[in-house]
């Protein structure tokens, strides 16, 4: 009988211990949270506190481009960037920045070229970072494709993103926008976003190009998320990039909790063989905006 007694007391102390391992981070999380919301006046102060690891909440090295669904989320929520681009009131539009004092000026090109280059600082070289893009009025996805294909053949070094307008509003994503996030894909655009909805959609990853199928809006009680491009020089000098993405929920960072749940919601919504997400390596990360997922680098070889 005590053994009895003894192993149920046993047990019933290692659910507590285990209890406690998986509340308290959460708890501690929304300390810090209340805190920050009451006294912190810094972006994202209320969620973005520092992890356990050594280096969390350091500033990423290299020239950071922060890519949104809605330009107008950068009131609300501006990540330390050196240059944004995404759309506003349904056009596309490139917020300059300054890098040493020196402007990165974009050059603008003819319909059917890029909306937008930049000769973006590598370590001693530099890359050219080319944005695509098709307009809320009247979005020509064939054009588009073609447009970068042919740029990647003058450029297979460059790196493209490819920004498409979605008449579906709740960023539900349909068999028509995947064979056209494909087409793009296979023109050469290392990351694709669509935009126009008003909540995250599902993401699709093909040899590390990256299809983001909704970024979601600005309402306060809607989730977004917003992406963060770091160009930086590699191990033997040649540029590299990393794509990170912060969720974002009424313009401050996920909370530990809010990261997680976001992170299942991808997968739930990612099912497809194509972009079954728990075949893939995402990674957690904690920098100076808040906590991201960590798409690690993406390739800069042209057309896959």
Same mark, same amino acid.
């Given at each position: 009988m005590r053994r009895t007694r003894r192993a149920q007391l046993a047990i019933i102390a290692v659910a507590i211990a285990a209890a406690v391992a998986i509340l308290a981070p959460a708890f501690a999380d929304r300390a810090r949270e209340r805190g920050g919301a009451r006294g912190g006046k810094e972006r994202g102060a209320e969620s973005s506190w520092p992890?356990?690891?050594?280096?969390?909440?350091?500033?990423?090295? #290299?020239?950071?481009?922060?890519?949104?669904?809605?330009l107008a989320l950068a009131d609300r929520f501006s990540i330390p960037a050196d240059a944004a681009f995404g759309p506003r009131d349904g056009a596309l539009e490139l917020v300059e920045a300054r890098k040493g004092g020196v402007p990165l000026a974009p050059a603008v090109v003819d319909a059917a070229g890029p909306?937008?280059?930049?000769?973006?600082? !590598?370590?001693?070289?530099?890359?050219s970072v080319a944005f695509f893009g098709t307009s809320t009025a009247a979005p020509d996805?064939?054009?588009?494709?073609?447009?970068? =294909?042919?740029?990647?053949?003058?450029?297979?070094?460059?790196?493209?993103? !490819?920004?498409?307008?979605?008449?579906?509003?709740?960023?539900?994503?349909?068999?028509?926008? $995947?064979?056209?996030?494909?087409?793009?894909?296979?023109?050469?655009?290392?990351?694709?976003?669509?935009? #126009?909805?008003?909540? $995250?959609?599902?993401?699709? =990853?093909?040899?590390?190009?990256?299809?983001?199928?909704?970024?979601?809006?600005?309402?306060?009680?809607?989730?977004?998320?917003?992406?963060?491009?770091? $160009?930086?020089? #590699?191990?033997?000098?040649?540029?590299?990039?990393?794509?990170r993405a912060y969720p974002v929920q009424g313009g401050r960072t996920a909370t530990a909790r809010e990261l997680g749940a976001t992170y299942w919601s991808l997968i739930l919504k990612s099912w497809a063989p194509e972009q079954h997400l728990m075949k893939r390596k995402i990674g957690f990360g904690f920098d100076d905006v808040g906590r991201h997922f960590s798409f690690g680098n993406v390739p800069i070889d042209g057309r896959p």
């Open positions: 992890g356990r690891g050594s280096r969390a909440g350091e500033k990423p090295a #290299g020239y950071g481009i922060a890519l949104y669904g809605d909306r937008f280059a930049l000769e973006v600082p !590598a370590g001693a070289s530099h890359l996805l064939a054009s588009l494709a073609a447009a970068i =294909q042919a740029f990647e053949s003058g450029d297979p070094g460059a790196l493209v993103v !490819a920004y498409a307008s979605s008449a579906d509003l709740d960023a539900t994503r349909t068999n028509d926008r $995947v064979d056209e996030s494909r087409n793009l894909r296979m023109a050469g655009a290392e990351i694709v976003v669509w935009y #126009g909805g008003d909540g $995250v959609g599902e993401l699709s =990853q093909i040899k590390r190009r990256w299809i983001f199928y909704g970024l979601g809006g600005t309402a306060a009680s809607r989730e977004s998320l917003v992406l963060r491009l770091l $160009v930086s020089a #590699g191990d033997k000098g040649a540029p590299m990039a990393e794509l």
